[in-house]
Nanobody, 125 residues
């Protein structure tokens, strides 16, 4: 069973930056893809960034393109989400996810990710 431990959320003023971290307890076929989803009150959960841990290809949602980047440290089973130019629309609970790849790609569908962190709140004011 894979556990995902997130850290780094908090409150920040608009225009500021935050960095989220996520460490997986195991590295398996089921964690080839990792990434971050977010869910704001009254909105659906959405994929914002994913990374194929061995191929390195990434997905970045249009809503955060140019402001958010995902990186990883393979040896530590860790992924990081660097967020900059934060706006109030970025306020949400952010979830680290891990799941298998589909061919060479990572899915953006929440049902495709078996493992979820507990979530970390990001509040932009």
């Amino acid at each position: 069973h894979v556990q995902l431990v997130e850290s780094g959320g908090g409150s920040v003023q608009a225009g500021g930056s935050l960095r989220l971290s996520c460490v997986a307890s195991l590295s398996t076929e089921a964690t080839k893809c990792m990434g971050w989803f977010r869910q704001a009150p009254g909105k659906q959960r959405e994929a914002i960034v994913t990374i194929h841990r061995y191929r390195g290809n990434t997905f970045i949602a249009d809503s955060v393109q140019g402001r958010f980047t995902i990186s990883q440290e393979i040896s530590e089973n860790a992924v990081y989400l660097q967020m900059s130019s934060l706006g109030t629309d970025d306020t949400a609970r952010y979830y680290c996810v891990a799941g298998p790849s589909y061919g060479t790609q990572c899915s953006t569908g929440p049902s495709r990710y078996e493992y979820w962190g507990q979530g970390t709140q990001v509040t932009v004011s």
